[in-house]
């Protein structure tokens, strides 16, 4: 399944009061809420499976793409311990 939008199109958002950023602390209010309790059993297989399926749309060639990724947008910072699968 494809993106609907691009991430260009979704990180060119205009938001010239409050910036472009949001704190941290939303993303944890929406994170550790009671999921099930809103969205139904199963709540947290399907954010899994929404998760999956943005990595394989942004399609990422190599495994320093994922990591120039999550470093942009701030999600995180990666360190990759074994280049060897499992």
Known sequence: MALKFTIEELS???RDTLGRNIDVTVFRLIRFMDLE???G??????IYECGRELGLALNPK???DVVKFCEEYKIGKVEIVNKEPL
């Not at 059993?41 to 399907?46: K, L, Q, S, T």
Request: hydrophobic share 25%.
């Open 12 to 14: 060119n958002q205009k």
């Open 37 to 39: 309790r809103y969205l």
């Open 62 to 64: 190599t495994v320093e």
């Open 41 to 46: 059993r199963g709540a947290h297989g399907v």
